[in-house]
């Protein structure tokens, strides 16, 4: 099955620096979801995007509909040491089933 | 207290041994899922069900099995045929065609 592509794979922040990271399709998908998962933990779902071009903000995190919608963005403002986790995108095409990408490992350094 | 149950949190299994791991939802969703979560890999989708009764093999299918036999149920067996069941196991549900997709804690299998 179709696996997505995220970058970066790993990241090492100070705490209070904004995050960037982003997550790439060869499919063209109608929903785009965002979660965070901590060790041992399930993923909770952060984000969920719906439309093309679609910026949606829930506290500190803000993501966006890529317009090409073969793409997907997660920022995160001011980070605390709590944002330390694995973040993952999901897409999901018309019909279909939703597909993951392999997470971006956030570290945050007091 | 709304939300997806699995259990047990961690599961041993022995050589040759078929082990349950159970998942329950009380948020009346139609669809659930089974994925299996590798370290460095992206989820991969085992088993799916979008209605009572009925259920579809996803990606990597072989060695589990499932049920569906209650809307708010949706066991999955991990039979002797898998030979690398060592894995961390998560179950989602799903209210409808369009809905986004809700994670259990999951369940951490380990062979001994």
């Known amino acids: 099955g179709q696996q997505l592509n995220q970058s970066p794979q790993s990241m090492f922040i100070q705490e209070g620096e904004d995050v960037s990271m982003n997550c790439t399709s060869s499919?063209?998908?109608?929903?785009w979801l965002w979660y965070k998962q901590d060790p041992g933990e399930g993923p909770v779902l952060l984000i969920a995007?719906?439309?093309?071009?679609e910026l949606t903000s829930n506290g500190r995190l803000t993501a966006q509909f890529g317009i090409t919608r073969k793409d997907s963005f997660l920022n995160i403002s001011a980070s605390i040491p709590s944002d330390v986790g694995i973040y993952f995108c999901?897409?999901?095409?018309?019909?279909?089933?939703?597909?993951f990408g392999p997470g971006t490992r956030l570290s945050v350094l007091p | 207290d709304g939300g997806i149950t699995q259990s047990p949190k961690y599961l041993f299994r022995k050589e040759g041994q078929n082990v349950t791991l159970s998942c329950e939802q009380n948020?009346?969703?139609?669809?659930m899922y089974w994925y299996r979560q590798d370290p460095g890999q992206g989820l991969r989708l085992i088993y799916y069900?979008?209605?009572?009764?009925?259920?579809q093999k996803g990606d990597i299918a072989e060695g589990y099995s499932v049920s569906r036999e209650k809307k708010e149920s949706f066991p999955l067996t991990v039979t002797s045929a898998q030979k690398n069941p060592t894995a961390f196991y998560l179950c989602a549900s799903k209210r409808g065609a369009f809905e986004t997709q809700y994670f259990g804690p999951g369940t951490r299998l380990l062979v001994l």
């Open positions: 999901a897409g999901r095409a018309s019909g279909q089933n939703f597909v």
């Open positions: 948020l009346n969703h139609d669809a």
């Open positions: 995007l719906y439309k093309a071009g």
């Open positions: 499919s063209i998908f109608n929903t």
């Open positions: 069900s979008q209605i009572v009764n009925d259920f």
